[in-house]
């Protein structure tokens, strides 16, 4: 019996870790990070990912009602973005920084370092959020309410943070052990955390797709376009750069999230908006 219950602590403890992590909201618990604190916790990164597409949706319904779409949009991306507390957004700077100087490896990793940002991420992160904003704008149009194209984007933050785990476990870090970096805390992510944090995400949405009255089409879509673009992106940067990093793991989640809301906004003829 106290083997279940500290079992039951501990599994606990990682998913409030994963909420810690990804998001900027109220967690009010002290937890004791050690490494495998942190693998744990990324069983639990669909589950958070999921928390913040629900909090999306519910503030794009909102937002939608009060507002015209462009205005909507921007507000809806600001606070997406704050939830995150810009997270995965400083990893797209960063890898841009680095990957687009077109230095050796040794020079790119170092540059991604830094913690100033340089003319290739600022412009990297200019582009994407007004690309976001414009996908976003697309997926509010319509009668002031959420309709049946853009209620699946609840799912969006999911599948994004569902491969990064994949990266994590897939490919190489690419920093040489003790050289510092968050990333580093994940090594010995495997294959059963790979098994959980899927089936944790197979089961989420199939739950939210049934209740929105969508079905494994769009399912397919989201996890296939998350795993199609997120092996394309981890491929590139780890031929880049040895391995995968950090801010490589914050910018193929970027990454995703545009590609999906792009999928959805191409989608809108086949489900009803537009």
């Not at 083997?3 to 990682?14: H, P």
Request: charged content about 10%.
């Amino acid at each position: 019996m106290r083997a279940f219950r500290l079992a039951i602590g501990e599994w606990t403890a990682a998913a409030l870790a994963a909420f810690q992590f990804l998001t900027r909201l109220p967690v009010p618990v002290r937890l004791n990070y050690t490494d495998a604190l942190f693998r744990r916790s990324v069983v639990f990164y669909p589950l958070a990912g999921l928390v913040l597409g629900l909090l999306l949706a519910l503030a794009g319904w909102l937002l939608r009602m009060g507002l015209p779409t462009l205005p909507a949009a921007a507000l809806l991306l600001t606070l997406w973005v704050g939830l995150t507390g810009a997270l995965h957004l400083d990893g797209w700077m960063d890898t841009a920084d680095g990957v687009l100087s077109h230095r050796s490896r040794e020079r790119m990793l170092e540059i991604m370092k830094d913690s100033r940002v340089g003319a290739m991420g600022v412009m990297a992160c200019v582009l994407l959020l007004l690309l976001k904003w414009s996908l976003l704008s697309e997926l509010l149009q319509g009668d002031g309410h959420l309709g049946p194209s853009a209620l699946p984007m609840i799912l969006i933050p999911l599948w994004s943070r569902w491969y990064m785990v994949i990266a994590i476990a897939c490919w190489p870090y690419a920093r040489a052990e003790g050289s510092g970096g968050l990333g580093g805390y994940f090594r010995g992510v495997g294959r059963k955390h790979l098994a959980a944090v899927t089936a944790l995400a197979l089961l989420l949405s199939t739950a939210v797709l049934a209740v929105i009255g969508q079905g494994w089409m769009m399912l397919g879509m989201l996890a296939g376009g998350a795993l199609v673009t997120g092996a394309a992106g981890s491929l590139y940067l780890s031929r880049k750069l040895g391995g995968l990093t950090g801010d490589t793991y914050g910018a193929l989640n970027e990454l995703i999230e545009t590609v999906l809301l792009l999928a959805l906004v191409l989608a809108q003829p086949m489900l009803g908006g537009g």
